[in-house]
């Protein structure tokens, strides 16, 4: 935790079978969340050389203390590119310890999917800043959010007294919350058009083994000219209002919104990503909400779409069946008018 932006670094391992080898750099930044890192992980960045051999070597600081396992790198080439990943030591040891005294590792969980407040989910919702993780879905009953009486839309702003800067931030600081602990929430909840500042207290529990959260759903079924009623156009998707034959084909029964029918792969819109580096956007899809503003045909879509001008933010809400888990995913995808 001492460890500082600038701060001098060794990192020491055996890269390409050289035996400990010694590469010099500096810590370029203290909580990295690096690409397809677990979620709950944080890790120190740096330029020390680290290439292949490297990964479980140490990251020592100028007093030879240990205060990271190396562990990864970006690159496009498979070596070295100027940007490396070490474990802080203080996680390290905790998995260490636990691995030690109770044969596994346990980390908190509140059976919540999550995604971090942004600057056009702020803009829409009148936010002073972008800061805090919203619920896209709660699991089910039972869980640990459930039980506290958390609800899909609210908006995360501290977890046991500390602030949250993003999804990543709080899934790590659950994560790293021991199970069965209480810990107070404070969020915000969507009442009519306003915000309402709440505090609930939440007994976290134990993070599955396996995580049965997918995040692609399989591709669904094709629509026949039948199903489909005259659909609109906004944004570069087209959207179809949803029958009773479509409630079938995508297995939303009950549900209402509109669903995408195709995406321009020439429009903005094709570009816009999940924060997990995904396309934001599938055939199949249900869009339930625009801009605070509950979907349940083409005239209450187009009628809040319409006034919308390059520059705008968008916040949807978003429903799709995942063939694979059996399970509803919701989501929130957030973008700006191109």
């Given at each position: 935790?001492?460890?500082?932006?600038?701060?001098?670094?060794l990192a020491i391992g055996s890269p390409f079978g050289l035996a400990q080898t010694v590469t010099a750099g500096i810590v370029s930044q203290t909580k990295r969340e690096p690409p397809y890192a677990a979620l709950f992980q944080k890790f120190i960045q740096t330029d020390a050389a680290i290439n292949r051999g490297n990964s479980g070597g140490p990251l020592v600081n100028m007093n030879g203390e240990v205060i990271g396992i190396n562990s990864q790198i970006a690159t496009s080439t498979g070596d070295y590119n100027g940007?490396?990943?070490?474990l802080p030591s203080n996680e390290a040891a905790n998995v260490y310890r636990q691995i030690r005294e109770i044969g596994k590792v346990r980390r908190g969980y509140l059976g919540v999917s999550l995604?971090?407040?942004r600057a056009e989910f702020a803009k829409?919702?009148?936010l002073a800043e972008a800061k805090g993780a919203i619920i896209t879905n709660v699991s089910d009953k039972k869980s640990a959010a459930a039980t506290a009486g958390l609800l899909t839309g609210d908006i995360i702003l501290e977890f046991g007294g500390e602030k949250i800067l993003s999804a990543p931030d709080l899934i790590g600081k659950i994560a790293s919350t021991a199970p069965e602990k209480e810990v107070n929430i404070t969020y915000l909840r969507e009442v009519g058009s306003n915000l309402e500042r709440r505090t609930t207290l939440v007994k976290v529990a134990?993070?599955?083994?396996?995580?049965?959260?997918?995040?692609d759903a399989a591709a669904p079924k094709?629509?026949?000219?039948?199903?489909?009623?005259?659909?609109?156009?906004?944004?570069?998707l087209t959207l179809i209002e949803l029958t009773p034959q479509l409630n079938a084909v995508y297995r939303l029964e009950g549900e209402k919104g509109l669903i995408i029918k195709n995406i321009n792969p020439a429009s903005f819109i094709a570009?816009?990503?999940n924060p997990n580096g995904s396309d934001a956007f599938r055939e199949g899809d249900l869009i339930q909400r625009i801009n605070r503003v509950n979907v349940t045909d083409l005239k209450t879509f187009s009628e809040t779409a319409n006034k919308l001008k390059?520059?705008?933010?968008v916040v949807l809400q978003i429903q799709s069946y995942d063939l694979r888990t059996q399970n509803v995913q919701r989501r929130i995808v957030q973008f700006t008018i191109q």
């Amino acid at each position: 935790d001492a460890a500082q932006v600038g701060d001098w670094v060794l990192a020491i391992g055996s890269p390409f079978g050289l035996a400990q080898t010694v590469t010099a750099g500096i810590v370029s930044q203290t909580k990295r969340e690096p690409p397809y890192a677990a979620l709950f992980q944080k890790f120190i960045q740096t330029d020390a050389a680290i290439n292949r051999g490297n990964s479980g070597g140490p990251l020592v600081n100028m007093n030879g203390e240990v205060i990271g396992i190396n562990s990864q790198i970006a690159t496009s080439t498979g070596d070295y590119n100027g940007i490396g990943f070490a474990l802080p030591s203080n996680e390290a040891a905790n998995v260490y310890r636990q691995i030690r005294e109770i044969g596994k590792v346990r980390r908190g969980y509140l059976g919540v999917s999550l995604d971090s407040v942004r600057a056009e989910f702020a803009k829409v919702y009148g936010l002073a800043e972008a800061k805090g993780a919203i619920i896209t879905n709660v699991s089910d009953k039972k869980s640990a959010a459930a039980t506290a009486g958390l609800l899909t839309g609210d908006i995360i702003l501290e977890f046991g007294g500390e602030k949250i800067l993003s999804a990543p931030d709080l899934i790590g600081k659950i994560a790293s919350t021991a199970p069965e602990k209480e810990v107070n929430i404070t969020y915000l909840r969507e009442v009519g058009s306003n915000l309402e500042r709440r505090t609930t207290l939440v007994k976290v529990a134990e993070r599955p083994s396996r995580d049965e959260a997918a995040d692609d759903a399989a591709a669904p079924k094709k629509l026949s000219v039948s199903d489909v009623k005259k659909p609109i156009e906004p944004f570069g998707l087209t959207l179809i209002e949803l029958t009773p034959q479509l409630n079938a084909v995508y297995r939303l029964e009950g549900e209402k919104g509109l669903i995408i029918k195709n995406i321009n792969p020439a429009s903005f819109i094709a570009d816009v990503k999940n924060p997990n580096g995904s396309d934001a956007f599938r055939e199949g899809d249900l869009i339930q909400r625009i801009n605070r503003v509950n979907v349940t045909d083409l005239k209450t879509f187009s009628e809040t779409a319409n006034k919308l001008k390059k520059g705008d933010a968008v916040v949807l809400q978003i429903q799709s069946y995942d063939l694979r888990t059996q399970n509803v995913q919701r989501r929130i995808v957030q973008f700006t008018i191109q």
